[in-house]
């Protein structure tokens, strides 16, 4: 299915669907039932029992089709993205210091992520902070608290303290060989 703006939807088999006939709930592929609903049409023949069993079943799916976080199964693994995850990977076995993997909304940065910490090695420890809206000092505990760094309550208030402990976390990993990767996902918001 292509957008074609406010007009209409030109469906796979290029015939013009209205946004009214689209808002019925038609299915793109068929006409419209009499009734105004693909929904009762498919009720109707007995296919489903809730929304998410009329997904499932009317198209023969073995799982719901939508979730709220991306799913590292279904990344399409483009040159780009292999690109993307292979350089993340030499980062953190090579000691890269930083990386920086940026891309357009939607061009799968986040599924790439989830990708790299199902493949994370073992000689790393992670950090991935997911909100980056918050003040320096939250971050800083948030950090700490992902890396099981233990912060007094006295430590929590000042970001000094919340670095020192930080900084003898990151020593105590480099003297036993491991490494330590934080992962900002929506950096752009610190």
């Not at 009317?58 to 993307?84: C, N, Q, V, W």
């Not at 976390?169 to 036993?176: G, M, P």
């Amino acid at each position: 299915v292509r957008a074609t703006g406010s007009a209409g939807i030109t469906d796979r088999h290029d015939r013009r669907r209205s946004p009214a006939t689209l808002r019925r709930g038609a299915h793109p592929a068929r006409e419209p039932d009499p009734k105004g609903s693909a929904l009762s049409a498919v009720a109707a023949r007995g296919l489903v029992s809730s929304a998410t069993g009329m997904y499932t079943s009317y198209f023969g799916l073995g799982e719901k089709p939508f979730s709220i976080t991306p799913d590292p199964r279904y990344l399409y693994m483009s040159g780009r993205h292999a690109e993307a995850l292979a350089h993340l990977l030499y980062g953190i076995n090579e000691s890269g210091g930083f990386v920086q993997l940026t891309g357009e909304v939607g061009t799968g940065k986040t599924t790439v992520v989830r990708t790299l910490l199902s493949r994370m090695p073992a000689h790393a420890d992670v950090a991935l902070i997911l909100n980056p809206r918050v003040t320096p000092t939250e971050f800083l505990q948030s950090i700490c608290e992902e890396l099981g760094v233990p912060i007094s309550e006295v430590e929590r208030r000042s970001l000094k303290r919340l670095v020192d402990a930080l900084n003898r976390r990151l020593l105590s990993a480099h003297a036993a060989g491991r490494r330590v990767v934080l992962i900002v996902d929506e950096a752009q918001n610190l």
